[in-house]
């Protein structure tokens, strides 16, 4: 039968038990060495097309199952797992580049992912250079004969602003260059990549589709064969294999994925809007408010905005100051990631970080979990009395 909705999809998987036995969750199937009938089915066995089980780095009927059931969500045709958000990065790039190319990557691109840039060029002979989120169609005057690939990031998941990712793309396209969408912060959830023209999706399985802040993983989702074979083919290359019992873990959180994401959707929206009308806050920045960057384009392309979001302090607040407010909250945990049922605070050096970066005042980003968000807020106005 169709699957009709989303949270339909999340809620039904096509995972077959073995014979005999009928339950929900897909088992957990662990293995290294993957036993064949006999020596003519070793021999056809093939490990890139997932038409059969070859060896345990290439995945069980639990890893196949969660490639499946991601590559859905996304509306693309196939996924491929690694161990963590970056390695997905890693492998786009590795499976994608060689020397003597070069690749596009916003200012506002994950951190590591920039560091990750900034090693291609300096000791693979990579070129990678930064490009403004917001050139939107501009970023065709970027694109040179050795461009290979263009990395986006919407919204930058520390500066918030939403790029203009149908613009950026169908600009790329024109020129025959491929586009990889980090699309972590929306989760397959609030958008899909393809539907605005990525041609490569990845996604940090760590931040909501795990759900609990224990589990390492990325995936890399695409709708082209061609192109899944050569990402694939880094995939074996590079052994990026994943642990079954992570694999599970994701699984078991996908059929709340989305009630999960609505509600961090909520409670951040409540509290960046108590945020908003304090006097400490010069900036709250939210996609879903009008004043973010790029708002217009998260109206058009996203349906919702999970828990994520930062703000700017008045520039008369030192460091020393906004690290005692951090410091001061009780209910919000010091540290990275997201996605988690447990919020989160980390002041950023982003003026370190953006060339251009336009605000003087410290930076904090919020991950509003899923405590009581009148409960969230008390705590964040005992802390602004420590400022
Ligand atoms: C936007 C974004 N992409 C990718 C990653 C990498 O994910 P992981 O922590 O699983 O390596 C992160 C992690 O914080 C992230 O914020």
Redesign the pocket.
């Known amino acids: 039968m169709k699957k009709k909705s989303i949270q339909t999809t999340l809620t039904h998987s096509d995972y077959v038990p073995p014979p005999g036995f009928a339950a929900y969750p897909t088992a957990i199937h662990h293995a290294s060495t993957v036993l064949f009938k006999d020596v003519a089915s070793m021999r056809c066995g093939d490990w890139k097309d997932k038409s059969g089980y070859t060896y345990g780095l290439h995945g069980t009927p639990t890893s196949f199952t969660l490639e499946a059931r991601l590559a859905e969500i996304e509306g693309g045709a196939h996924c491929l797992l690694a161990p963590?958000?970056?390695?997905?990065?890693a492998m786009v790039d590795l499976a994608l580049l060689k020397s003597g190319d070069d690749v596009l990557l916003p200012d506002n691109?994950?951190n590591?992912?920039r560091e990750l840039g900034r090693w291609l060029t300096s000791d693979f002979g990579i070129s990678a250079r930064f490009y403004d989120p917001m050139i939107g169609s501009g970023i065709a005057a970027l694109i040179q004969e050795n461009t290979k690939l263009v990395w986006a990031?919407s919204p930058g998941?520390v500066s918030m602003e939403v790029p203009d990712l149908r613009a950026i793309c169908a600009a790329a396209q024109a020129r025959g260059v491929l586009v990889a969408l980090?699309n972590?912060?929306a989760a397959g959830i609030a958008l899909r990549g393809f539907d605005v023209g990525a041609d490569i999706v990845?996604?940090?399985?760590?931040?909501y589709q795990s759900g609990g802040s224990d589990v390492?993983?990325?995936a890399v989702i695409t709708r082209e064969r061609t192109l899944q074979d050569r990402i694939a083919m880094a995939h074996m290359r590079l052994g990026m294999g994943v642990g079954m019992d992570d694999a599970y873990l994701v699984l078991r959180g996908l059929d709340t994925l989305k009630l999960r994401f609505d509600a961090h959707d909520a409670a951040a929206r409540k509290v960046a809007s108590w945020l908003k009308q304090r006097p400490e806050i010069v900036k709250v920045l939210h996609p879903a408010f009008e004043d973010c960057p790029g708002h217009d384009i998260w109206q058009r392309d996203f349906t919702g905005a999970g828990g994520l979001f930062s703000v700017t302090f008045d520039a008369r607040y030192t460091e020393e100051q906004t690290d005692r407010f951090v410091d001061a909250l009780e209910l919000f945990g010091i540290g990275?990631?997201?996605g988690g049922t447990h919020s989160l605070a980390v002041p950023y050096r982003i003026q370190a970080m953006r060339r251009d970066w336009p605000d003087a005042g410290i930076l904090v980003r919020f991950n509003i979990g899923l405590e009581e968000p009148d409960d969230l807020i008390a705590d964040l106005e005992q802390a602004f009395a420590r400022l």
Do not use: C, R
């Open positions: 963590s958000g970056l390695a997905a990065i691109v994950y590591p992912n990031e998941s980090d972590t912060w990845m996604q940090a399985l760590t931040k390492l993983m990325g990275y990631s997201w």
